[in-house]
């Protein structure tokens, strides 16, 4: 079944969906098991783990530090992957890969697709990798049935809108404002005049990320997004408390 | 926004408008010949172009070979050959109407140089660079703060110039609507390689003439150094399509087999990637992670490089070569003594490998030497490579003077 | 070799038959127009000239008042208007057939241009400094040192320029025969002032057509910093015939009735004198004795001026003013934030009247400041000024990482 | 008498005259008296008191040191000219003045010349005022019958020495060597020729000066100079002697 598929039917059961967000890597492996567990098991709808890069331009301070400080651990592009496989093999909500172009492309595409189709994995989210620059990736992605996961930003227009809902798969990532991830967003009458734009833009679920930190920004959330999407929140959540901490913390966001 | 295999613009959604924009304002300027002419008079009045080609009369004799010329842009405005770039930026940022500018730094003369245009223009300015940069280049950072800027210091990854280079772009997704940023080189997401490139091939627009006035005939070969590339592309341009040899001269560091290095053109550890918004041949690892590059030039110190050098260098129109730090300073040393010129340490590569070359090339041809920059902005870093004691007793006695008073 | 009442040479009788040829020498390339050319194109391929002239439109709204105008001295090679003069004796030297040039220096600038010049000519090169200076300047010193020059730091006196230059003078009388002293400014004995004079018209000469180009006519009024005199008898000359108003503006220092000041021809601290060859107003007490001077800027710190001024004052045809040390620092920090241009401090002092000046003129009239140098090499020196607490921190971490290592 | 006149008198008992130098206030009047009495009292002929100046671009480190140390004592023109009026009262050799044209311009060139006059000062050394400076000088010299004595250097012309003879009176003193005070001079055939050559150009005594430290360098001199000038050497035996280490020196050199 492909990601949008298993989207809509999770969907049915409840006012929003959860998506969450890891490090692969970050704190370890180890805790990457423990944070998807709690994750999962406080009824999580999908998880995008994102592959360290050097370079993360979209990021923001602490998911960067993440990412810099599993590469400094040593975390490899095929151990990414081979987690990957692990969590869907272990768990049975969606997982997605997020990470920059590069480490595709360095991987080789071809190569790539393979490995995520075999490791289960249901969708993309490259946040460097505008559709123009991805002829070959939408090809693949469409051959290996993993969903190309598209982004509207507050600054697309029509047009723009109407273009990568054309292009993506599985659901439309919302940015809910400008800026790098992990700052708070204020969901005020611009961001819902946004988000009444992106939902005219596609008949794809949309989901809505940057800034969400708890119960409140969720409950704001019901009825206009399908999947509220957690980022650096339980990042600084494990760096502070630990990853026993998350389950909790999933627990009380709805 | 390709060149060849090379090139692109791999950006943030949040970005596409912004680009769209540039772009159209990039075009337009392009086909509307009053805009060169406004450029033209802006950097003829407030820089100083025509910048000189000087005939290096002892330094060809010293060599016996090529006269060799050196192509002055260390006697722009604030230094550098930055300048030609930075005040094109500006006058398309008014164009857009933003009020204000970010830019990336390594050497910080294009820091100095944004922070110079911010305040001519009026634009608000915001400079990153990295940790270690600030520490190797402090003097800067002092006169870009004193222009009005903000100076932030970077200090993720490596704190040099692409972790400048990222921190840019996270305050420019940010501040899309209001804010523009001033890329310094000939790479980044397109139209910026294409776009610095028009800027500084003002560079070939004048030694086309100059050495034809000054020496009857083209040159046999053009040397520049290649950081990011766009003093290379500003003095190549022109000659794309002559008989000119172009040699790119990368920093070799401590020896091209070392690792130590920042040579992606010419050596073996480079392969293509895509990072900071664009493809180009990048020194990364085999996960696509970018290495820790090293120079005694924090400008060239820098893991990619122009997607357009990438595609004349897979072309073979321009050749690559590298030059240790070592030979920078003995090539520095010797320019120094026998013209009276100091070139950057960035700039001083070029002359390594013209050094090189000078001797086998016939005395009725010419090579010209771009020197992007000046060095006496460099006097913490040169200083400190030679070792020079009376600096350090210098240095050492006025840190006594702050010490006791603080 | 008088000027009015001025001038002169007192010169030891060991100097007469090197002064005669210096003097032949001297009208032999005046009355050379091919001289002259071959001056221009030095200039043209190995400075900058002919130098911007800037119109800072942000100043100018700031004030007002006048349009104001910056004549881009510090453009030069070596960045500042020393360059012109310099360059001017070393084709004299080459004339001459003479193998070693010495020269005095306060600032640095003509230390750095006169060593320029030397590794350009091939000439030996020992430069006199104030141990003062030498300690102010520190970094100009490495530079001179690095194009091969000796620096000889001068522990005699008030150890600032005066010293330098009879220290200079010293030499010249020990090596006469092989020795051409570049002196750097327009003082000295005949034919010093009238010699450097010349040399730095070449300012005035590019501003009468630039202003014309720029403004469409004649600037109300001239400001030019008065250390020795060079610049502002260079930026006045052309002007001397026209109904444009000179201003010249000397170290106020810590006020001009402090004591503390380098103001000869305002203020009525000096007398007429006969010192270091020539008669001019001299900062000296009632037996003659030279006093100690003040300036937060080197270069302007002297107790003489060019017999040249002195002249022009007593017939009124140049109007003196002094800026205080206070006044300059607040004029460079306007200046850098406003225009992102970093004039030297001694260059500093004209802005200081320009901008008291500016705002009570019309509109549609012009007034130009002559920049006679660029501020980056002060660095020292200014940030000290502004008690800037990182560049304090800088300095102190530098110096910490070598009293370790040493 | 004038000093021509003294000095042709004087040279006719000796087979070379001595002049000296002092530096008036250095290291203290009360020296320089000690130092004049041992002088004379040693037979020396004429002795030049330099009035210190702050520019003395002619002398080199042990005189312009003297100069500096003399000023900062706090030494005037006016102590300078009463002194010597009171050495020239107490012995009977010609008195002159040495300095630098600034201390008789800013005095008062008519009353310099006059306290001068009045002091019984036979002559004036002026090393940076050549002739052509010094119209109102020379007139000034004949009326009040002080010497203003000139320079020959190895450098001057024959036509050159013409003039300086034309305007010069009472000796002429010819500078050994190019360079300033305080160094030793090597008198070797092109010094010998350069002699011959002033001695051609003026019938006025000469005098030797420039680097003159011995008994050895006044014997060369003997048959060849009129008189012979021991500049620095004196200062620097006062310096590390003591002033009464002068008179044995001067009683070594003949």
Redesign the interface.
Known sequence: MQLEQILRQRKEKKDILLMTHIVLGYPSFEANREIVRQMVENGVDCIEMQIPFSEPMADGPVILKANQDSLANGTTVAQCIAFGAEMAATYDIPFLFMTYYNILFKHGEDRFFTEAKEANIKGLIIPDLPPEMGENFFRLAKENEIAPILIFAPTSTQERMATLDSMGQGFIYCVARRGVTGKKSSFGDDFNEYLARCRNATRMPIAVGFGIQDKEDIEALKGRADMAVIGSQTIRLVDEQGPEAVGPFIQGLR | GFFGNWG???????????FQELHVEYQRAKNDPAFWQEYLHLM?????RP?????AE?LSNHFGGARIFIK?ED???T?AHKANNVMGQGLLVKRMGKKRVIAETGAGQHGMAT??????F?FDCTIYMGEVDV?RQ??N???ME???ATVVPVK??SRTL?DAI?EA??DW?????STHYVFGTACGPAPFPEMVTWFQSIISEETKEQIKE?HGKLPARIYACVGGGSNAMGSFYHYLDTDTELVGVEAGGHGIDSGMHASRLCGTDA???????Y?TM?L?N?????LETHSVAAGLDYVGVSPILSDLWEKKQVRFEAATDKEVMAAL?LT???????PALESSHAFVQAFKEAPTIAKDEAIIINMSGRG??D??TI?HA?D?P???E???S???E??SK?
Chains 1, 4 share one sequence.
């Open positions: 692109g613009a791999y950006i943030p959604e949040i970005l596409h408008q912004t003829r009045t407030y820089s100083c910048t000189p080609l000087t005939y002892n002055r006697l722009n405005h230094g922070a110079t245009m911010a305040a001519k009026g520490r402090r003097p950072v002092f006169w004193k222009m009005g993720d990854g692409k990222n772009f996270r997704v940010t501040n899309i609507d000054l392969s293509p990637g895509v990072a900071q918004g493809k990048f990364q085999e996960d696509g992670q970018m040393d120094m003594k026998l013209e009276g010129i100091i006496d902005k006097i913490f200083a030679y020079d009376s600096w350090k210098f240095i050492i006025r840190a006594a702050y010490s603080s």
